[in-house]
């Protein structure tokens, strides 16, 4: 198996894992529900929404890939740790705010790991299939703690 099928096959694994988050909604009440407590600045709906448009727009970009080109890959997946970096520092709920580093981690991680693998380190293989299942994971806990309508 060549370098550029092993890319594309690991490419579309991580794309498998990140269209979920296409999946991924919250449940926007507008802001109705229990008033924020412990510090909080927004109940769990509330900062769901905030997250919300960041995590589509990033499954959004990740979906529009091209398995075949890591470098827009390891460009998408820069892009999307950044926009999770945003959405962190936009919530105003502890809870869900501590889903995002582990989101973040898992793109990061695949962006460096892509590269690694275009360039020809196949033995970053296991790591970018580590850092799928993390994105996977994370998107995971999201879903569960934002419920879809």
């Known amino acids: 198996m060549t370098v550029t099928t092993r890319t594309r096959r690991l490419a579309a694994i991580l794309l498998t894992a990140v269209a979920f988050a296409g999946l991924v909604g919250c449940a926007a009440d507008g802001g109705t529900g229990p008033a924020p407590s ?3 600045t927004q109940t769990t709906s509330q900062a769901c929404e905030t997250v919300r448009a960041s995590v589509q727009d990033a499954a959004t970009q ?3 890939l091209d398995p075949g080109d890591p470098s827009s890959a390891v460009a998408a997946f820069d ?3 950044a926009r999770l970096d945003d959405a962190a520092q936009a919530v105003g709920n502890r809870s869900v705010a501590d889903l995002l580093p582990p989101l973040r981690s898992g793109f990061t991680t695949a962006s460096a790991d892509l590269s690694a693998i ?3 380190d196949l033995s970053r293989l296991a790591s970018l299939q580590s850092a799928a299942a993390q994105i996977q994971s994370a998107l995971s806990a999201f879903a569960a703690a934002c419920p879809t309508p």
């Open 38 to 40: 412990g510090g909080d």
């Open 62 to 64: 990740v979906q529009r």
């Open 79 to 81: 892009e999307v740790a």
């Open 118 to 120: 275009a360039g020809g």
